[in-house]
């Protein structure tokens, strides 16, 4: 009765186990990962941060679907940033695009921005375990 | 008596934020960004993934202080990847390039990268709600 009672909680288990891996996998094919390389005017740097800042925070607090992003600039050329952004599927990224904090950031940055080139990329890793 | 204890515990948690504050940001003002931009030779992308693959979970799960590793490639163009690695410190990026598994994956691409860039950067933000 003992092993028949481990045999139907090791079932459960590897039940449980399969549904959340079929999960992970299909949310991983799901995902939209967008890569931004920008160059800032330099005059416009610290309001263009500030701004960025906000359009990210504000996102990322009330947008279940945007899942990442990771904004950084080189360290030799502190106006060429790169923004790693990665969205649940399609649907969360043309409603991030709807959001008011978005348009907010598009208007607010319109002239700082020198140049932009948006690439749609697909994950090979994306593996992290920074506290947030 | 209540107002000196209330007192006293805000008092508390006031200090104990400024010291969790003062961690967070002596911890991300240390933190090592790199981002590489390469190139793999279309024969051997296959291959190339396998051996990136493996160096990223290896260095995950045995390095403590290699935090993030996001690598993706560009819809269209397969073989130009961007990965974007997140290191504690600088002890632990250079502890990284010692370790038998970075060696390993260096010697093992060797000939499958048509060209490489490497970029020093430094955070704006570093947000995801991701799951490992």
């Given at each position: 009765m003992i092993i028949k009672k481990i045999g139907l909680r090791s079932l459960a288990a590897g039940l449980l186990t399969l549904f959340f891996w079929g999960t992970t996998s299909a949310q991983d094919k799901n995902l939209v990962v967008r890569i931004a390389r920008i160059v800032i005017d330099s005059a416009q740097l610290e309001n263009y941060r500030?701004?960025?800042k906000e359009g990210i925070e504000t996102a990322?607090?009330?947008e279940p679907g945007v899942l990442?992003?990771?904004?950084?600039?080189?360290?030799?050329?502190?106006?060429?940033l790169t923004i790693l952004?990665?969205?649940?599927?399609?649907?969360?990224?043309?409603?991030?695009?709807?959001?008011?904090?978005?348009k907010k950031y598009k208007t607010t940055t319109r002239d700082m921005v020198?140049?932009?080139?948006?690439v749609d990329a697909a994950p090979i890793e994306l593996l992290s375990k920074m506290k947030q």
């Open positions: 500030t701004a960025l990322m607090r009330v990442t992003f990771y904004a950084v600039y080189e360290k030799n050329n502190p106006t060429h952004e990665v969205y649940a599927n399609t649907d969360a990224y043309k409603s991030h695009l709807e959001t008011a904090h978005f020198k140049s932009l080139e948006l």
